[in-house]
């Protein structure tokens, strides 16, 4: 147990699905972070909140939206995904950016299929 | 953008054996991270490092944080077979976003 959960755990969507990954942080950090993780690829950081602010979108496709509503919570919502968005979607939490010594913990992975 | 390199990218070594892996970069770093990773599992972070040639342990984990700060080593002694799994080594500096390794992929024969 990290003090970060992820749920759902698995997800199985159709093209045409709207769905939405959760993630939370019992760690009382201010920055969170969604990862995805392909089949022999490096981890690909996605989106970065800090403070509840958005400060980083690595050119992530629209299909893909995050939310922060606080600094505990982060959604990432879902919609018209394709077959190659299958993966392992990885939150993580740390202190807040811009500062030294964090430590990034990652929550469990919600293992996401898209047919 | 940064990157960092892992090597071995695998390796197979026998149950009872030393295990030696390293991460390597072009930029300097401020904190090395060494994490596990199971099959369908997040990473769990086994040591953090702050220093430049801090040496720290957890259990028969050894880390250290390299003197150039643009590198760092991870020592796994007496392996048993639930160290398998991929190791992955990540960087942090000041304002900038962790940057991970590829990771080095373990295996334990029995």
């Known amino acids: 147990e990290t003090g970060v959960t992820q749920t759902p755990r698995h997800l199985v969507m159709g093209m045409t699905n709207k769905k939405s990954l959760k993630c939370e942080q019992h760690l009382g950090h201010n920055a969170m972070y969604w990862y995805k993780q392909s089949a022999k690829k490096p981890l690909e950081l996605m989106f970065v909140?800090?403070?509840?602010?958005?400060?980083e979108n690595n050119s992530v496709p629209s299909r893909f939206s995050p939310e922060c509503p606080n600094s505990s919570h982060l959604f990432l919502h879902l919609h018209t995904l394709q077959p190659e968005d299958s993966a392992l979607y990885l939150c993580?939490?740390?202190?807040?950016?811009?500062?030294?010594?964090?430590?990034?913990?990652f929550g469990p992975g919600t293992r996401l299929t898209v047919t | 953008g940064q990157q960092l390199n892992q090597s071995p990218q695998s390796m197979f070594i026998q149950e009872g054996e030393d295990v030696s892996m390293n991460c390597t970069s072009s930029s300097i770093f401020n904190t090395w991270l060494w994490y596990k990773q199971d099959p369908g599992e997040g990473p769990v972070l086994l040591i953090a490092l702050y220093k430049a040639g801090e040496l720290t342990s957890n259990g028969r984990l050894t880390a250290q944080f390299g003197i150039t700060r643009k590198d760092s080593f991870l020592n796994i002694s007496a392996s048993i077979p639930s160290d398998v799994g991929i190791y992955f080594c990540?960087?942090?500096?000041?304002?900038?976003?962790?940057?991970f390794g590829p990771g080095t992929r373990l295996s334990v024969l029995p």
């Open positions: 993580a939490s740390s202190q807040a950016l811009g500062g030294s010594g964090y430590e990034q913990y």
């Open positions: 909140y800090n403070f509840k602010e958005q400060t």
């Open positions: 990540a960087g942090h500096t000041y304002g900038q976003n962790f940057v």
